[in-house]
């Protein structure tokens, strides 16, 4: 009897994602996107994976291009010998004018057209459990999540968001709790876009594999997908990365900085000194921080389109103080001084500190306007 099952485990990956806020950029980053699922189906013929697990969301839509369906399923006939199970999430739920009702998937595609189901594969001694979606919407996958503890090895394919005690969700809610004695080898979590810890509860390791590369600045740092071994109560899976690049989200402090070329030549040295010989092809939105010199505003537009002469995708956002006592600019006879005196007795009646930044914000944001800057997210 087969007590093993080599698998690899990805979700939401949400080709065809239009990415319009990378501008001219967009169409090359959605080719690389899928390219990452064609390196995932070659990582499984390395590695000989039996069961390749996407746990929802492997469409941003319903509604993808045909030149990618075929990529896609031209990659999964090129693994015959792995099983490929898919489960629907919200963004790609199963319908009937879905790109998962074609007739035309490659034999060794498992697609999960129920909100629960079982399939079994006795010869691999697998039992697989899995929810799809059926609408943008679910409150629950209408099945206990439960398998029979009787020596196959049992995976679930769960896309979904878990919750704790006392909250709600739309989205397959779940709670951890519900795994301790599931009879479950492995979950696959799909949904969540960052990657999480293998977690064990009772016999039953869980985990998110978060998203195999990034689409936006909310999903920054590498990105990639659990691979290993399942047994019987018990996985051994590592995390490999598959992102192509990654986004970085990061700050610059250009105190005493009184140039726009300084400002370049700093940020240009804390990518390459952070990010390594290619950080080049990674995609950046920086913030410029600390004092600037009263007289002195960066001009971010110069900035961000030299930088593109260097990086794969940057944005600048000028996000500095000005080196300024505000009291004395508060006790000026001018528009600016009651503009500053308004501003700083709304900061001091603030009740929490929250409230308290967005109003300081709103302070220097019209200073900056005083100045003829008046964009905040300039690029």
């Not at 090129?78 to 739920?93: K, L, R, S």
């Not at 896309?159 to 989205?171: L, N, Q, V």
């Not at 070329?261 to 010989?277: A, R, V």
Request: hydrophobic share 35%.
């Amino acid at each position: 009897m087969n007590d093993r099952i080599r698998i690899i485990h990805c979700a939401d990956l949400h080709i065809g994602a239009e990415l319009s806020f990378l501008k001219n950029k967009a169409g090359s980053r959605k080719e690389e996107i899928l390219n990452t699922l064609i390196n995932i189906t070659k990582l499984c013929t390395v590695q000989g994976t039996e069961l390749l697990v996407i746990a929802g969301d492997l469409f941003d839509s319903n509604h993808i291009d045909s030149a990618s369906l075929t990529a896609v399923k031209n990659a999964f006939a090129a693994i015959p010998d792995t099983i490929v199970a898919i489960a629907a999430g919200n963004h790609d739920y199963f319908a009937v004018d879905s790109p998962y009702s074609d007739d035309d998937w490659p034999a060794n595609v498992l697609i999960i057209y129920k909100k629960f189901t079982t399939i079994e594969y006795p010869q691999k001694n697998l039992r697989i459990c899995a929810s799809s979606f059926l609408g943008s919407y679910q409150d629950s996958c209408g099945s206990p999540l439960t398998a029979p503890d009787d020596g196959m090895i049992n995976i679930l394919i769960y896309h979904g968001e878990m919750i704790s005690d006392g909250t709600k969700s739309r989205y397959n809610p779940f709670s951890p709790k519900e795994f301790e004695n599931s009879g479950f080898d492995y979950v696959a979590l799909g949904h969540v876009h960052t990657a999480t810890p293998l977690t064990r509860v009772g016999n039953t390791t869980y985990a998110y594999s978060g998203t195999p590369d990034g689409n936006g600045f909310d999903e920054c740092g590498k990105k990639g997908v659990y691979a290993g071994t399942v047994y019987k109560h018990r996985a051994d899976l590592s995390f490999i990365e598959t992102s192509s690049r990654t986004y970085e989200d990061i700050s610059t402090d250009i105190s005493a900085l009184t140039s726009n070329s300084k400002i370049i030549k700093k940020i240009l040295g804390q990518l390459e000194k952070t990010y390594g010989p290619s950080y080049t092809e990674n995609l950046y939105r920086i913030s410029l921080t600390g004092t600037i010199p009263e007289g002195f505003v960066p001009n971010v537009n110069q900035i961000c389109s030299e930088l593109q002469e260097f990086l794969y995708f940057v944005k600048v956002a000028n996000r500095t103080k000005p080196d300024t006592d505000i009291n004395i600019l508060a006790s000026d006879f001018s528009l600016k001084g009651l503009f500053v005196k308004k501003m700083l007795s709304k900061i001091n009646a603030c009740e929490n500190e929250d409230e308290k930044e967005t109003y300081e914000n709103a302070l220097y944001i019209g200073l900056k306007a005083f100045d003829g800057e008046v964009s905040y997210y300039e690029n």
